[in-house]
Nanobody
Framework: EVQLQASGGGLVPAGGSLRLSCVAS????????IGWLRQAPGKEREGVSC????????FYSDSVKGRFTISTDNAKNTVYLQMNSLKPEDTADYYC???????????????????WGLGTLVTVSS
């Protein structure tokens, strides 16, 4: 059973930084993709960033390119999202999610990753 446990959300002023962490376990194959989606009240779910663990290929939504960086520590089975230059519009619940699909469920809005952790709230004050 795949389990994902996210942490690191909080309140930060605009222009500040936060790092989200997600500890993952239970994958039956090493060829999985893992990342972060976010959901803000009244807005569509957005695939923020994803990384394919086998080759390190990454995906970023246009809204976070150049500000967010996704990385993994395979020894710790952990994926990180370093968020810099945060904006009030980054405020949302952030969910760690994964699937065996090379980040397709992040790139294609009609697809949903199979495995989800609980959300962690990020609030950026103006």
């Amino acid at each position: 059973e795949v389990q994902l446990q996210a942490s690191g959300g909080g309140l930060v002023p605009a222009g500040g930084s936060l790092r989200l962490s997600c500890v993952a376990s239970g994958f039956t194959s090493d060829d999985y993709a893992i990342g972060w989606l976010r959901q803000a009240p009244g807005k569509e779910r957005e695939g923020v960033s994803c990384i394919r663990v086998t080759d390190g290929s990454t995906f970023y939504s246009d809204s976070v390119k150049g500000r967010f960086t996704i990385s993994t520590d395979n020894a710790k089975n952990t994926v990180y999202l370093q968020m810099n230059s945060l904006k009030p519009e980054d405020t949302a619940d952030y969910y760690c999610a994964a699937d065996y699909d090379a980040c397709a469920s992040y790139k294609e809005k009609w697809r949903i990753p199979r495995f989800w952790g609980l959300g962690t709230l990020v609030t950026v004050s103006s």
